[in-house]
């Protein structure tokens, strides 16, 4: 059975940064390492939205279009966990972040198509 530990979640004023972690432990079939990943997030009274995610063909690495910039998704294999580090942070930005496995891309944008995230999120609060 798939467990996830996140964290890296918070309360931070604009402009600031945070990163959030996702350790992956249980995994059976295919390793971390040969999964594509992806962060997704759910702001209040909104629809889940793609943030970003990686393939595992040639790791390339999408991002929506108001996180280009600012957001890096990166990977420690070693240790199974995936990272999103978050600097210049909007108020906007405020959601329940979630690691998810499976990397879809619509447009050259990364999609929610699909995907079902293992844990409960990361709530990240951005204030003005």
């Known amino acids: 059975q798939v467990q996830v530990v996140e964290s890296g979640g918070g309360l931070v004023e604009a402009g600031g940064s945070l990163r959030l972690s996702c350790r992956v432990s249980?995994?059976?079939?295919?390793?971390?390492?040969?999964?594509?990943m992806a962060w997704i997030r759910q702001a209040p009274g909104k629809e889940r939205e793609g943030v970003s995610c990686?393939?595992?063909?040639?790791?390339?690495?999408y991002y929506v279009d108001s996180v280009k910039g600012r957001f890096i998704l990166s990977q420690d294999n070693d240790k199974n966990t995936l990272y999103l580090q978050m600097n210049h942070l909007k108020p906007e930005d405020t959601a329940v972040y979630y690691c998810?496995?499976?990397?879809?891309?619509?447009?050259?944008?990364?999609?929610?198509?699909?995907?079902?995230?293992w844990g409960q999120g990361i709530s990240v609060n951005v204030s003005t």
């Open positions: 998810t496995p499976g990397c879809t891309v619509k447009s050259g944008s990364p999609s929610t198509l699909g995907l079902h995230p």
């Open positions: 249980g995994l059976s079939g295919l390793a971390f390492d040969k999964r594509p």
């Open positions: 990686i393939t595992t063909s040639d790791q390339t690495t």
